[in-house]
């Protein structure tokens, strides 16, 4: 069975596809493709259908040399029981998510993503939408970091299970 993981942020354009594609590469490196899957959603309706912003496609391109690819959608109830762990950008979007399920019978799958970081310690992946080239260029260092931590984490489930 593939462990299903599924990225959040606002608007689902820079951050949780940054963080889709940045994972699908390292799992690829890694040979875990088949293990290990994952998609991306946004707590809001603002970009539905959008393909990623360029200059996070750019950051990204820069740094690991790969395509970021995906269209824009909004997180949805179903996402709950489809997904093993549902990791926000920022505490606004986690608590948003949170809300969306009022019986709280999900709380355990969600969590923030750089609680996962080893190398960094900001607590949220800063919303880099208004910012600079500096903004994204440190989405995607949060993001490897993330990722490498949340690969770790998953591989000891898997493992155990
Ligand atoms: P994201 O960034 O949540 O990382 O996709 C944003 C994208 C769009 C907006 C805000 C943040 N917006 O306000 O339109």
New binding site residues.
Partial sequence: MTYKILFV??????????AENIMNHLLKERGLSDKISCDSA?T?N??IGSPP?RR?SAAIAKKLNIETKGR?RQFQLSDFPEFDLILA?DKE?YENILACDRTGAYDDKVHLICDFCSRHDLKE?P????GDVEGFNL?VDLLVDACEGVIKYVEEIICNS
Avoid: E, F, Q
């Fill in positions: 942020c606002l608007g689902n354009i820079c951050r949780s596809p940054a946004g809001s603002y970009h912003d996070m824009a950008m979007n992946v919303d880099p939408y208004y989405v």
